[in-house]
Every structure is written in structure tokens, then in C-alpha cells.
């Protein structure tokens, strides 16, 4: 009977191995899925916000951001830092990437396209929610009765972060004490950046969150 029961512990001990191993390959796998590819050391990496009327397609380099939808933005990808020429819809633009750094291409109608930093967020317990002015108006970003200020005093083309506690929170954008618009409630959750770009200007503003999109 020894060598039946040594095989069949062989046997059980090879399964159990061989699961073990298929679990962690389909760990891998769903990481894979949910990161994408592992971005080389030193990457720059670009996305794009779409904050005209029509369809857009960017490209860095060689690097496509294609069908932009209006009020949309692409998913970031990553490429090598350095110099390249920006192809923004029609327009183009020399853009400058360093290397660890996050950026932001934005298209608006009649204005030319923008190149925005997106300094990166590592905390996976708390949200970050970011203000990107791109009007021309001191803006804040306040609970919806303008009791308390979110994010305050973003200047003409500057950001303002904060960290907050994920939630489903909804605010409005404030210059000074006036209110500018009530804002779309949005969901914040452990790790993300959502980002509120305020383009216009001379009183016409537009405001949008700009999140990542849910199959990037």
C-alpha cells in the first residue's frame, strides 16, 4: 500500500501546485487588464481632454490618441521622455515631457491647444480632486450652497488639488462669491485623480470632470 498512497500524495501535491499557479497567472492577468502595460522607467506619459464640439484625434510623436469624443478625454499613454511636435486636430505645438511627469493635451474651440501638467497621486486611501483653470477668471470650487470652499482661489491658468475621502459629492464653481455652475455629482474612489478643466472665458466658462476612462 506504500507506493499507491506516496504516488496518490504525488499526485494531489502536483494539482495543488499546478492551481496554485493558475491562480497567480490569473492574478497576473487581471492586473494586466486593469494597469495595462508596465510603463518603462523614465516614461513620460500624455493624455488628451477634448474640450471642443467635434471628434478629435491627437498624436505625440508616433503616439495616436484617437476618435476624442467632444467633452471627452483619451486614456494616458506612455512614451520616452523628451522634445516631440504635437498634432492637436489641425493644429500643432512642440511639446516638452520629462520623465515620472503626467500631462494633459487640450483642444478648445477658437483657442490654441494646451499642454497641462497632471502631477501623479500615490496615496490608494484617499481621492485627489483637482481644479485645472484654463479661463481667465480667479475660480473656487465650493459645496453647492458656497458655505465652504473646496478648492479655493485657482488663478488664471493654475491647478488646485485637495485630498478628500472617497465619495459621491456634489459642488459647484464659484468666482468670488457668484456662483458659476452647479457641477454634475461625481464619484471619487481610493487612488484616483479626477480632474475639473474650466475652459472659456469673458463670463462663458465651461467646466468638466475629467476622469479616466472606465476602459482605458
Not at 8 to 26: E, H, K
Not at 33 to 62: C, H, I, M, T
Not at 68 to 79: A, M, R, T, V
Request: include cysteine.
Amino acid at each position: 500500500m506504500t507506493k499507491p498512497t506516496t504516488l496518490r500524495r504525488f499526485t494531489l501535491g502536483t494539482c495543488a501546485l499546478a492551481l496554485g499557479l493558475g491562480m497567480l497567472q490569473a492574478h497576473a492577468a487581471d492586473d494586466g487588464a486593469l494597469y495595462g502595460p508596465k510603463a518603462p522607467k523614465g516614461s513620460a506619459f500624455v493624455r488628451a481632454y477634448n474640450a471642443s464640439s467635434a471628434e478629435l484625434d491627437v498624436s505625440v510623436g508616433q503616439t495616436q490618441l484617437k476618435q476624442i469624443s467632444p467633452l471627452g478625454s483619451s486614456d494616458f499613454k506612455f512614451l520616452p521622455a523628451g522634445s516631440y511636435q504635437a498634432q492637436v486636430g489641425t493644429a500643432q505645438m512642440p511639446v516638452q515631457l520629462q520623465p515620472e511627469h503626467y500631462y494633459t493635451l487640450v483642444s478648445q474651440s477658437g483657442a490654441k491647444p494646451r499642454l497641462v501638467e497632471e502631477p501623479p497621486f500615490s496615496s490608494r486611501q484617499k481621492a485627489m480632486l483637482r481644479v485645472q483653470n484654463l479661463s481667465d477668471s480667479t475660480l473656487s470650487l465650493k459645496t453647492a450652497d458656497g458655505k465652504t470652499a473646496v478648492v479655493a482661489d485657482v488663478a488664471p491658468d493654475g491647478r488646485g488639488d485637495r485630498e478628500i475621502n472617497p465619495v459621491k459629492v456634489g459642488l459647484a464653481l464659484f468666482e468670488g462669491e457668484r456662483k458659476v455652475a452647479d457641477l454634475k455629482p461625481v464619484t471619487l474612489e481610493r487612488g484616483e485623480v479626477v480632474s475639473l478643466f474650466v475652459t472659456g472665458g469673458q463670463g462663458k466658462l465651461s467646466p468638466v470632470w475629467v476622469k479616466r476612462p472606465i476602459d482605458g
